[in-house]
C-alpha cells in the first residue's frame, strides 16, 4: 500500500500533467486564433485587392485583368511604359504611347464615350496623373475603346462603379502594356470619379472605372479626372437596371443588365 508521501507525490506528478495538458490546449488555441486572423486578414485584403483589380482590381473597384504575361521592352521616358506580350487585347491592334520628357502635366483634356446608351463626357486632368492620361489619350486617339462594352457593373454599398476598357469583354484583357500607379494616400472615390482598375500595383492599361456613387476603396486605383453631369445620368440609367451576379462575391457586381457598348472614344480638339 502507497505511504502518505506516494500518495502526495503521484498527486502532485498528476496535477503537474493536467497543468501541462491544459497549458497546451491554450497554446494551441492561441495559435489557431493567430492562423484564423491572419487567414481572415489575407482573404479581405486580397478581396480589396482584386476589385478595382483591372476589372481592374477589390472588394476592389474594379476586377483585374491578367498580370502575368511575360515582359517585354519599355519605353525610354518618364512613364516607362512596360510590354506585356500575350495579354488579351481583343484582337485590337496597339502601339505603346510616346513617352517625352518631361511628361505633359498641365492642363485637361476632354473625352467623351459615345455609347450605345448615351454619351458619357470625362475630364482628364494631367496634373493629377500624367501617364495615366497621356496614355488613356493615346488609346482613344488610336481607337482602342470603340465597339469595347462595359463588362462590369457593382451596385453593392460603398462600392459604385461602372467598369470599362476591356476589348476582350473578359475583365481580363488590356492594351498589351502596362504602367505605373500615380496614386496619392488622400485619394477619394466619390461619385463622379474617374480611375484606373488594375491588377496590383503598377499594372495600369487600358480597364477604367467610373464612379457613380460614394465607393470605400483603399487608395491603389489611381485618379485621373471626373465624369461631368450628363455622363452620370447616363450611368445611373445603367446602374438602376442592376446587373447579372455573375462576379459575386468577388470581385463583386456583374454584367450590366442593360448593355452599354462604347461606339467611341472622341478627343476634343
Partial sequence: ???NEQRRQNAKRKLERQLERRAQRARRR???????????T?????GVYYLATRDGKTDMAAQPSESSTPEGKTTGGPCAYLETPGEKTGGKQVSMPDDPNPTPNQGTTQVTLKTDQGDVPLTLDRAKAPC?????????????????SCHRLSTGEGLKVLQCGDPSGTGRGGPGYSFKDETKPDMKYTRGTLAMANAGPNTNGSQFFMVYGDSQLPPNYTVFGTIDA???????KIAAAGH??????????????????INEAVVAN
Fill in 1 to 3: 500500500m502507497p505511504s
Fill in 132 to 148: 495615366t492620361t497621356q496614355s488613356f489619350v493615346h488609346l482613344a486617339k488610336a481607337k482602342f475603346f470603340d465597339k469595347t
Fill in 244 to 261: 447579372d451576379g455573375s462576379l459575386d462575391p468577388s470581385p463583386g457586381g456583374g454584367k450590366p443588365k442593360l448593355p452599354v457598348t
Fill in 230 to 236: 450628363t455622363g452620370l445620368a447616363v450611368i445611373d
Fill in 42 to 46: 489575407v482573404v479581405v485584403a486580397g
Fill in 30 to 40: 492561441r495559435l489557431l486564433g493567430v492562423v484564423s486572423a491572419i487567414a481572415a
